[in-house]
């Protein structure tokens, strides 16, 4: 096995996070997993019991920098340090540019962005001294534009521009992936407050990969250390059939 690393998963409750926070600890990692929603953490970590690694419940909203840095350092408290970050909370309100409420947009960057960033910022000196993996969620909407999502897409281009500047910056020091998925069935359309729209885009999510899939390819980028670095991964549902 794997020498155990000590993860730090933000957006555990749910989809991407909550499926990579099982497949890691599942794979003998340890797991620090935090979101808002504290009943399906706490679910997570009575089921973790079972598996080879471990997984602690902690509760963060990543809009509020002083919880954040709480977080990691209880986490460095409890651990000694930070071996991975994975900054996966993350929200897309889906609207028509002309018709979102203002409230839509700064949601969607004081956590997509800002939340990112504050997670980031709390973990980087353990994950600098550990020689750390940074994994950002990006999108392919970190690459690409689309209808009805423009500030969901602006924020995603900007973690992709945060998982650059990283990976230039700490070149020797930090290993950076991006993972850019395409559509996920989870729960993330059904966030979206304009019902045309989300009943619209339910098929397209129902039609999409599993969590589990997406979170295959983090434990492949984690336990890929001494061997190379993944330094973005983009997965598309397989539209194919069977
Ligand atoms: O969404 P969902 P996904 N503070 O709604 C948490 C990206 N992505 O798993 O706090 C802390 O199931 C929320 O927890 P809670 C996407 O952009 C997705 O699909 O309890 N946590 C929940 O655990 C995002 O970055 C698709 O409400 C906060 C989690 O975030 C990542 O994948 C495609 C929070 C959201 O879980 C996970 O999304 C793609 C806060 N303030 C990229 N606000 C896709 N699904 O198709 C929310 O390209 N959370």
Known sequence: MNTPLRIWITGASSGIGHACARTLANA???????????????ALANE????????????????????????????????????????????????????????EWHTMVDVNISGVLSTL?????????????????????????????????ATKHAVLAISESLRTEFRNELAVTTINP???NT????RTN????????????????????VAEGVLFAVESRGRGVVSELTLRPDRRGS
């Open 121 to 153: 910022h709390a973990a980087l000196p353990s994950l600098l001294s550990n020689r750390g993996h940074v994994i950002n969620i990006g999108s392919l909407a970190a690459r690409q534009v689309f209808p009805n999502s423009g500030v969901y897409c």
């Open 48 to 103: 973790s019991v079972h598996f080879p690694g471990e997984l602690i419940a902690y509760p963060v909203d990543v809009t509020v920098p002083n919880e954040v840095s709480a977080c990691a350092n209880a986490m460095v408290d409890a651990w000694g340090g930070i071996d991975v970050v994975i900054p996966n909370a993350g929200m897309g309100l889906f609207n028509p540019l002309h018709e979102a409420p203002l409230t």
């Open 187 to 190: 729960p993330f359309i059904d």
């Open 28 to 42: 003998g990692h340890r797991v620090w997993a935090s979101a808002r929603s504290l009943d399906p953490l706490d």
């Open 194 to 213: 304009n019902d045309e729209l989300r009943a619209n885009y339910r098929p397209q999510f129902d039609a999409g990969m599993t969590p589990e899939y």
């Open 182 to 184: 395409g559509a996920v």
